[in-house]
């Protein structure tokens, strides 16, 4: 089957993410992918060798998160030059996959054009259009959002949620979706991280110590102050323990913000921020930890938790997005609520003080991470689907 992905940006960054993962497993099992995009920067030659880069003339336009018509009116021209050259290549696909927030009005446009092509649209765990705040802006998301919804249940042949728990908040508020709305939860390629991980071992005794790590871009919604404040809280009692930050500074006035924070609390030879890192070097990161803790205010599905989980991580992290969903409830992993330092802290005193948890709930998360998120595993599910649409096509 020949399918076309619609990706303004794929970056090095993505590929790591179900952006990148979804179209190079659906070509390792034998179909023709293409992703139509901007801008590919740094994306390695060995994925570019599985998948057809197409790159679209002319300049991206840049969102502006300060005003909503402006970053409306920017999607829109992206999405019809991204039309305007799908059209213009004149290729037959027989599968055209978006993302809601990525080009989901070029998938209405065409979809209205090319009405025998099977449509499937990805949506984020907890996507903003579904907030209820009672402003002028989450009250014109709201509008916007039941309208979006309407129409996806009408073009679309199929809709991914990626965890139960967002699907049964989805329904709640649109419920003619549920023909339609399939659970397919992000996967990790754990084939690679086996890989990576063999060619780690030999290298080096690769042993765990006494290290709390996050992988996590240096930004506010990450919440590496709650975990600065939580670790200082604690940090007297346990004088071998670090914190170890994996991840690139996106913003720098918050990144000052925690260099502030480290001296204010004396913790200048515990806290070490690496930088972004990946390949070899992120898996010796998860193999040398020996905590994973992500205290993020809002994520939607973490691949950095999945990844913990692959690498039998204890890990804590806060309420948000699909945690209760990958950790089982706090059966393979401690959940705490969001932005509560209190309820981190003693997370953290919890599993530094009991190396027997450590192991029974970083064996949990192995466990779960290879029945429910093995990304060739999901694919499959993914392909079941698509055959059932072609199916139900040529009748």
């Not at 042949?157 to 659970?183: N, R, T």
């Not at 905590?291 to 809002?298: D, E, G, N, W």
């Not at 694919?379 to 055959?387: A, G, H, P, Q, R």
Request: contains cysteine; proline residues 3%; aromatic residues 8%.
């Amino acid at each position: 089957m020949r399918i076309l992905f619609l990706y303004p940006i794929l970056t090095k960054r993505h590929i790591r993410k179900d952006l990148g993962e979804i179209p190079l497993f659906l070509s390792r099992i034998g179909h023709d992918v293409e992703i139509l995009t901007y801008t590919h920067r740094g994306i390695p030659s060995e994925y570019i060798r599985s998948i057809k880069l197409v790159s679209i003339r002319g300049r991206l336009p840049q969102k502006s998160h300060s005003n909503l018509f402006t970053y409306l009116l920017f999607s829109v021209i992206r999405d019809i030059q991204m039309v305007y050259m799908i059209l213009r290549g004149k290729k037959r696909f027989e599968c055209i996959f978006s993302y809601l927030r990525g080009s989901i009005l070029a998938s209405i446009i065409l979809k209205m054009l090319k009405n025998t092509t099977i449509f499937i649209v990805k949506l984020d765990s907890y996507p903003s259009l579904w907030y209820t705040s009672k402003t002028a802006s989450g009250i014109v998301r709201r509008i916007i959002g039941k309208l979006l919804f309407r129409i996806l249940s009408r073009i679309s042949d199929l809709l991914i949620i990626e965890s139960p728990g967002a699907k049964e908040k989805l329904l709640y508020l649109h419920p003619f979706l549920k023909q339609k709305l399939i659970v397919l939860p992000n996967g990790i390629d754990t084939d690679l991280l086996k890989n990576l991980t063999d060619s780690v071992l030999p290298s080096s005794l690769v042993s765990r110590g006494d290290i709390v790590l996050t992988v996590a871009d240096v930004t506010p919604v990450k919440g590496l102050d709650l975990l600065l404040n939580a670790f200082r809280r604690v940090e007297d009692r346990f004088p071998t323990w670090k914190v170890r930050v994996v991840g690139k500074i996106i913003d720098v006035t918050y990144k000052t913000k925690l260099d502030k924070l480290i001296l204010f609390y004396n913790l200048k030879d515990k806290v070490t921020f690496t930088g972004e890192l990946d390949g070899t070097s992120l898996v010796r990161e998860y193999m040398t930890a020996d905590i994973f803790c992500l205290p993020s205010q809002h994520e939607a599905f973490s691949m950095a938790l999945l990844e913990a989980m692959y690498f039998g991580l204890p890990i804590i992290t806060s309420n948000v997005g699909a945690a209760e969903f990958c950790l089982a409830s706090g059966k393979a992993g401690l959940i705490f609520r969001k932005g509560e330092i209190d309820e981190l802290a003693s997370v953290l005193e919890i599993l530094m003080s009991n190396k027997d948890l450590r192991v029974e709930l970083g064996n949990n998360a192995k466990e779960r991470c290879m029945k429910l998120f093995d990304g060739s595993t999901l694919i499959s599910k993914l392909n079941d689907e698509l055959c059932k649409l072609i199916k139900v096509r040529k009748r």
